[in-house]
């Protein structure tokens, strides 16, 4: 797991501790997260709410703000510690070489500048084109996110246009300046399903046309499964399970993917009751000792809460932080 | 089965709402003069169906097909502008308060937003206990009242030190919990329940789920359930509607309407849906476009403007309901002309 980076790896994290200092005590929204993104690669950055994927995300861009800090770890886009970056060399980076798509297109887009004016900014900030190629490049991005009349939509102000609609322009935005990193946060959660199916679709051509890489943080494992290389597991602000997709999907190692995996209606087994996961999440400012997991898992052991699991290799591709791993075969 | 009185029967059911503003918003001039228009929104256009004692159907389509509406409206929230809704045989389209007030302990609701549907202000005794309070009038029912609330949450699991908590102090599950103790403290024979899941992370989702299922089989409660979730559907349905723009395009038992759906919005949202399934046996109809909007509904079928296989008769002529056999219903001229379902 904390192999050191290789010439295809783009993005690094390594240990990323980003704390929020509340009155109520220490949020540890990401406490010790690590893992590697290869160039072109799509990951799944996956979770219950309160698991720290999103955290995650703002932590790399750097838009963590009081009372949240990051405490440690480093954020290594190509070489370059993100974590230690100047707050100028964040600004040249956001939009540039790493760019966002958020979960709500609504809120997203300034309601007050048309759509050509919001696009028309991240060039004028990050290229030298002037105004004329600006506008053509804006054009043509528009129409490549699937956006018809294009050069008519540029004047367009975003309650123009519809739910879907909007996400292409937040897209088509995030993509302008040819970022070489998207970061996906729920992108599609806000969309019905047959939009969804066109935005992920539109995501995943973008991502292979422009050879970008892309985090794709969701909590919907389908879209996961259907969209993404490998997947990291977010439980309560530390990575519990990591590994090639279809690896995970079919041979989960940690009782916790194991759990939503099975949570997820099953067809051919109608009239069972669904597997559920007992409890709760535990409130992260007062975590058990031990796994945290431990209160909920049908595995634990008097050692579970002794310890805390590392994450360990369970194969050549999987790493799970389990003392009492599922192997394959095994019944939950 | 099918000769007793269904616990809900809808027909024709029409919801329009009339929007713009007051008289000088929708003052219009135009080539014939000044003119005053009325903008309707057609929310619900026309839907029949009916739930059996201990059924559970389900309700599937986009935001804006007007699955809420329809269960809005059978809740009487909303005053139906036409159709009837008849619960165990009584139509109640058209009741006012007092009237709704017996009826209601027939008939609950269960709402997607467990944050927006409890009162912050109130203890969790006396959320759950008030449909109760509202049923009986007399001081010698209301006196069992304290342990009902609690043989309620017990139900539900939660237990008795809950009681004096307020909404706050629970997790997104817990309240959903709650709200369905309250829906249950009337012994309903119907419950509607409005997206209950969509709300919750997938492992809540499955133990409120699991929960629901329980209940049917103890009460032999009935459940319209109104979901976009699709593999949701398909785990609790026994009938499953599919609505697109205010209008039912197809209704069927849920095996058939899975294994073979016939309407071409009802193969296009199951072949939309992810799956973490590897391998993808549906056929792929991938949709272009946006639903129109309900304002103006476009002329003959309402899903012509994205439908791939639309040809003039669509434009021309609205397709109604019809019965295929097996309980499937479709409203489609396909089934007419099966030669044309081609890409």
């Given at each position: 797991m904390t192999t050191a980076p290789t010439d295809t790896t783009l993005l690094a994290v390594r240990d990323l501790r980003t704390w929020f200092h509340t009155f109520s005590g220490t949020v540890k929204a990401v406490n010790g997260v690590s893992f590697d993104i290869g160039k072109g690669e799509v990951m799944g950055l996956v979770g219950e709410s309160g698991g720290g994927k999103s955290v995650v995300g703002f932590s790399i861009l750097g838009l963590i703000d009081s009372p949240g800090r990051i405490m440690g770890g480093q954020i290594l886009l190509d070489g370059e510690d993100l974590a230690q970056a100047s707050e100028d060399r964040l600004r040249q980076i956001r939009g540039r070489e790493i760019s966002m798509v958020f979960q709500d297109p609504m809120t997203s887009?300034?309601?007050?500048?048309t759509v050509g004016q919001q696009m028309d900014e991240v060039l004028r900030l990050h290229t030298d084109l002037d105004a004329a190629d600006r506008r053509t490049a804006c054009i043509e991005m528009l129409e490549s996110v699937g956006i018809s009349r294009a050069a008519d939509r540029l004047g367009a102000y975003p309650h123009q246009f519809s739910g879907g609609m909007r996400q292409r322009v937040v897209i088509a935005i995030a993509m302008l300046a040819r970022p070489r990193l998207i970061i996906a946060d729920e992108p599609t959660t806000a969309l019905d399903v047959t939009i969804q199916s066109q935005i992920l679709k539109l995501m995943r051509r973008q991502i292979a046309d422009k050879g970008a890489s892309m985090i794709l943080i969701t909590h919907d494992l389908a879209v996961v499964s259907e969209m993404a290389d490998h997947i990291t597991v977010l439980y309560c602000g530390k990575v519990v399970e990591r590994g090639r997709t279809r690896d995970l999907i079919e041979t989960p190692a940690h009782p916790y993917t194991r759990g939503l995996i099975d949570s997820i209606p099953d067809p051919a087994n109608r009239h069972a009751r669904l597997k559920q996961i007992p409890g709760t999440v535990p409130d992260i400012r007062n975590l058990p000792k031990g796994c945290n997991f431990r209160d909920r898992c049908?595995?634990?052991?008097a050692l579970c809460a002794e310890e805390e699991p590392e994450l360990r290799p369970q194969n050549a591709a999987q790493w799970a932080a389990c003392h009492y791993p599922l192997m394959p075969g095994d019944s939950a | 089965m099918t000769d007793a009185i269904p616990m809900l029967e809808v027909r024709d059911l029409e919801m329009h709402f009339s929007i713009g503003g007051g008289v000088f918003d929708r003052l219009r001039l135009d080539r014939r003069g000044l003119r005053i228009d009325r903008p309707v929104v057609h929310a619900v256009n026309g839907v029949s169906f009916r739930i059996q004692r201990g059924q559970i159907m389900a309700l599937v389509g986009e935001s804006g097909c007007g699955k809420s509406t329809v269960a809005k409206t059978i809740a009487r929230i909303y005053q139906p502008t036409k159709g009837e809704i008849r619960i165990e045989g009584e139509d109640v389209a058209h009741y006012g308060f007092a009237e709704m007030l017996p009826v209601r302990s027939k008939m609950q609701m269960i709402f997607q937003d467990p944050y927006a549907s409890l009162n912050p202000r109130q203890r969790v005794r006396d959320i759950v206990a008030e449909p109760l309070l509202q049923q009986m009038k007399t001081a010698a029912d209301r006196k069992d009242v304290p342990a009902r609330t609690e043989q309620l949450l017990a139900k539900v699991g939660?237990?008795?030190?809950?009681?004096?908590?307020?909404?706050?102090?629970?997790s997104g599950g817990q309240r959903q919990r709650i709200g369905i103790a309250r829906a249950l403290s009337v012994m309903p024979g119907l419950i509607i329940a409005d997206e209950p899941v969509s709300a919750l992370d997938v492992s809540i989702q499955a133990q409120i789920l699991n929960l629901m299922m329980d209940l049917r089989d103890e009460f032999g409660l009935s459940y319209l359930f109104i979901s976009h979730d699709l593999s949701v559907v398909q785990h609790i349905a026994d009938t499953v509607g599919v609505m697109y723009l205010g209008f039912m395009v197809e209704t069927a038992p849920r095996d058939v309407l899975f294994a073979r759906p016939r309407h071409p919005y009802t193969r296009a949202l199951l072949s939309a849906a992810p799956s973490i399934k590897a391998k993808r046996d549906t056929e792929e109809i991938t949709l272009k476009g946006e639903v129109p909007s309900a304002l103006s509904l476009p002329s003959g079928c309402c899903f012509r403007t994205r439908c791939?296989?639309?040809?003039d008769r669509c434009a021309a002529e609205r397709p109604a309901l019809r019965d295929l056999g097996d309980g499937q219903s479709v409203a489609c001229h396909l089934v007419d002309e099966p030669h044309r379902d081609t890409v």
């Open positions: 887009l300034n309601p007050l500048h049908p595995r634990a052991q | 939660l237990n008795a030190e809950h009681a004096g908590r307020y909404p706050h102090q629970f791939p296989f639309a040809w």
